[in-house]
């Protein structure tokens, strides 16, 4: 099967693992694959874990207007700028929708997938569908994080969006439950056209040994870009209430990470704090066997890799219960959920564990259980090719009827 993805995306992270695994499922059965794309959808790290090389052809397509504007900062002026070329938007949409038609042609896919980091998020990916319906090329829409309510800066626009989509999107796969209700909810797409597939990760390492947690000194652990819907300066609150035997290593890098060391300083709990930074997977497996409690303070998510490889390494996990996070991490059975933006229950939380080291040892056994039954890699890529043959199949039987 000749397949297109279609993938516009600035930050590696969730969405761009996310993209990859799905592409490995279909290059192993040996489908052909071209992907369209900007320039570095795909770090080099992931284009090298890819089973084969696919067709890279960069796709330069129009951003939304406000992006027009985004060097002027984010002043009262840039604010003026953005909100008069908002009626740039329907423009440049449709300039899109033409120029990926346009690579369309020689294409000729037989089914296209395309992936979004949100709803309506990149409205070129919301374009691509259209073209490729224009095309006759059943599509799968993908959607990796939280569905926004629809805007009213220019009336009417985003229902408009919403109604392309419900008219030419064949699947709509999210990778949770609260995604697909808020997409209901917030943008009135059916739910029979969604479908959830949830993250998947490898299972490249079995559940480490457990050691009890001692007083002497005790090891919190998170990984995850450093940015401000991360919560980490919640996080950083939460260890100055904790005793001093707790420290805190956060792996991950971002455009946060000298507020968060500053906030560390002045908390007097600086020396306390390790920034490990970024580090491949190969090393994660070691860096996760580091931590005692693994604790994810983010304030809004989809359903995160990194904590779906905590719960595979078996670590007791605490975690705010936000967007799908409570579907994979079950308060009071594989780990405790807490409130996000809330220091004190983030330490409240922590000091349970700590007090209570058999519930801990059997959070940790009981995460790894639930992602051995729901979050393989291989229940990931099996499901993704059901819908794809499903979507396919359903062109061939229009065609018959035609």
Wanted: glycine fraction near 8%; charge should be neutral.
């Amino acid at each position: 099967m000749r397949l297109v993805f279609y993938f516009e995306n600035y930050v590696i992270g969730g969405g761009s693992k996310y993209v990859r695994d799905c592409l490995n499922g279909v290059l192993a059965r040996g489908d052909e694959v071209v992907f369209f794309s900007n320039r570095g959808a795909l770090s080099s790290v992931e284009l090298r874990q890819l089973v084969r090389p696919i067709d890279l052809k960069p796709v330069y397509v129009f951003e939304r207007s406000q992006s027009l504007a985004s060097w002027l900062g984010h002043g009262r002026f840039a604010a003026l700028v953005r909100k008069s070329l908002v009626v740039m938007n329907p423009v440049l949409f449709l300039l899109n929708v033409l120029e990926i038609w346009r690579r369309l042609i020689s294409v000729r896919p037989e089914v296209m997938i395309a992936c979004n980091g949100g709803y309506p998020g990149s409205e070129a990916t919301l374009a691509a569908v259209l073209a490729a319906r224009l095309r006759r090329v059943p599509t799968v829409l993908i959607v990796m994080s939280t569905p926004q309510p629809r805007r009213f800066i220019l009336p009417g626009y985003d229902w408009l969006l919403d109604r392309f989509v419900l008219a030419v999107a064949d699947r709509v796969v999210l990778n949770s439950s609260v995604q697909a209700r808020l997409l209901v909810q917030l943008r009135g797409i059916p739910a029979d056209r969604l479908h959830i597939l949830y993250n998947g990760i490898a299972n490249a390492c079995s559940q480490r040994k457990w050691q009890p947690l001692t007083r002497s000194e005790i090891v919190l652990g998170v990984v995850c870009r450093i940015d401000p819907l991360k919560g980490l300066d919640h996080l950083i609150r939460a260890l100055a209430l904790l005793p001093a035997q707790f420290t805190l290593r956060i792996v991950g890098d971002g455009e946060s990470r000298e507020t968060l060391q500053l906030l560390a300083q002045a908390l007097g709990i600086g020396e306390r704090v390790v920034f490990v930074g970024f580090i491949q997977d190969i090393d994660m497996h070691n860096e996760l066997d580091s931590f005692d409690i693994y604790v994810f303070p983010s304030l809004m998510e989809g359903l995160p890799y990194s904590l779906l490889e905590a719960m595979r390494a078996g670590l007791p996990i605490v975690s705010t219960n936000v967007g799908g996070i409570p579907e994979a991490l079950r308060d009071g059975k594989e780990g405790l959920l807490v409130p996000p933006g809330s220091s004190q229950a983030l330490a409240d939380a922590i000091n349970i564990m700590l007090y209570d080291k058999e519930q801990a040892r059997r959070f940790g056994a009981d995460a790894r259980q639930r992602y051995e039954e729901l979050f393989s890699l291989d229940k990931m890529q099996s499901s993704f090719i059901e819908i794809v043959n499903e979507v396919e199949s359903k062109k061939n039987e229009r065609n018959t009827q035609i």
